[in-house]
């Protein structure tokens, strides 16, 4: 059995939708087919919740409206037996009936989920209903049947297991199955989800759940790239990547999947295809167990980053000092990504500055604190590269015209970070396609 997981994009018009279809009936493998919600809804639900939860009803109103709107025309375009959009047409009323109810009751962060649920809930629907118009069998599996994250918000793959077994069991013979990536239940029995971008992670942990021959996912670029396609046009796909390099890259800017979508198929040794959608022919990118060269395959660039510098002689000979300031991030939940360290002084990175404020307030008893925003980690990443002859002089000698904060060396054997600030990322992303890859 295989998984197929389709984004966004790849349902977000009636004619892709049909294009789908050709996909999955390429072989006779048996299928679980992970759908997104159709491209731009999610962010549309995002924001009538945050009117919502900003009290303004007439917005909230209003973008439903709107949203409907574009589903009756897809519906109309996409369904051609009169019985069968009729059908469609009564599912999706029920959606926004819904969405108008909660328009009326009192808001609360679960409601917020269910609003959010409701893009893959309908996308799959009005798959469901497209299949059976063109005769193809198939069965709708409810991700909320199965899906599910502990107390920690963290998806259980063997519970995922039991109860997906017991249900494919119970229907023996059928092809194609359809479910809905990023939606769950948490651990409290409400619908919740795993986050944006989290259908990569459903299809991830399906394919582990079942033992999968591969996990494809299908969107609309050709395969991780190696290096930013938005910034240097000469960046061409990667064939082959390991799961340490693929994690490395994802969580590191390639957009292209959600990062923690490695680990499940990594832990399981599934075979994870990235393929483009518009492009079925083009080879994309296999990540798989091992690495089939060193090297470096690839850099990437993630943005919004910013730097905690802790400068305190108290440091000097001193142990336990980094200990303290680890307990505060982790007091306040904040990953780190990078860290450098010199005798007198700690650098750390974070994305996420919910709690900057609280943490640098505690911060403060330890040392002196510098914050540096607006800062990008441009990661180079391939394999054995600690071993690489000639690299760390290219890769300096690409840097020479920018200043770089931090530089982050032998954490892995996959990756190789440096911090510069934002305004000179494209500089650098350019110079080492050419110090790197040789090309302009
Ligand atoms: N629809 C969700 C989002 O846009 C999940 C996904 O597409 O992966 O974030
Ligand atoms: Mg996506």
Redesign the pocket.
């Known amino acids: 059995m295989k998984v197929m997981k389709f984004?966004?994009t790849s349902v977000g018009k009636p004619e892709r939708m049909f294009q789908v279809r050709e996909l999955i009936s390429r072989d006779n493998e048996p299928t679980i087919v992970v759908l997104?919600?159709l491209s731009g809804?999610?962010?549309t639900l995002v924001a009538i919740g945050d009117a919502m939860s900003a009290g303004d009803k007439v917005k909230a109103d209003s973008l439903i409206d709107q949203l409907h709107v574009h589903y009756k025309q897809f519906l109309a375009d996409l369904l051609k037996k009169e019985e069968v959009r009729t059908k469609a047409e009564k599912i999706i009323q029920e959606h926004f009936d819904f969405l108008r109810i909660i328009l009326r009751i009192s808001f609360n962060d679960a409601l917020n989920k269910d609003i959010l649920a409701q893009?893959?809930l309908m996308s799959t629907k009005m798959f469901s209903c497209y299949l059976e118009e063109m005769g193809h069998s198939h069965l709708l599996l409810p991700a909320l049947d199965f899906m599910s994250i502990d107390a920690n918000d963290e998806p259980q793959v063997a519970d995922i297991r039991s109860k997906l077994t017991k249900i494919l069991d119970q229907h023996n013979g059928i092809q194609t199955f359809i479910t809905q990536?990023?939606i769950c239940r948490n651990a409290r029995g409400e619908v919740d989800?795993l986050k944006?971008?989290?259908?990569?992670y459903s299809a991830s942990l399906i394919a582990a759940a079942i033992h999968a021959s591969v996990c494809e996912i299908w969107t609309d670029i050709d395969g991780m790239h190696n290096n930013d396609p938005r910034v240097v046009a000469t960046s061409r796909p990667v064939e082959h990547l390991s799961f340490d390099e693929a994690a490395e890259l994802a969580y590191f800017g390639a957009k292209i999947l959600?990062p923690a979508s490695i680990w499940p198929a990594q832990q399981y040794k599934i075979p994870v295809k990235l393929l483009n959608t518009m492009q079925p022919e083009a080879k994309g990118t296999v990540i798989l167990e091992h690495a089939d060269s060193d090297g470096v395959k690839a850099v990437a660039a993630k943005d919004g980053i910013v730097m905690v510098k802790i400068k305190s002689s108290r440091m000097l000979l001193a142990y336990g000092f980094l200990r303290k300031i680890f307990e505060v991030f982790e007091k306040y939940r904040t990953p780190i990504d990078m860290i450098t360290t010199s005798e007198v002084a700690v650098s750390v990175t974070i994305d996420n500055t919910t709690h900057l404020d609280a943490i640098s307030k505690e911060l403060s008893p330890l040392g002196e604190l510098e914050i540096i925003s607006n800062q990008t980690i441009i990661a180079v990443v391939g394999n054995r590269l600690t071993q690489q002859k000639g690299l760390l002089p290219h890769l300096f000698a690409s840097l020479a015209d920018v200043p770089v904060n931090m530089v982050s060396f032998g954490g892995s054997l996959h990756n190789i970070s440096i911090l510069v600030p934002t305004e000179h990322k494209n500089t650098v992303l350019k110079s080492l396609n050419k110090g790197i890859f040789g090309l302009d």
Do not use: I
Request: aromatic share 6%; net charge negative; charged share 15%.
């Open positions: 984004g966004g997104s919600a809804t999610t962010n893009g893959e990536g990023y989800n944006r971008g989290g259908s990569d959600h």
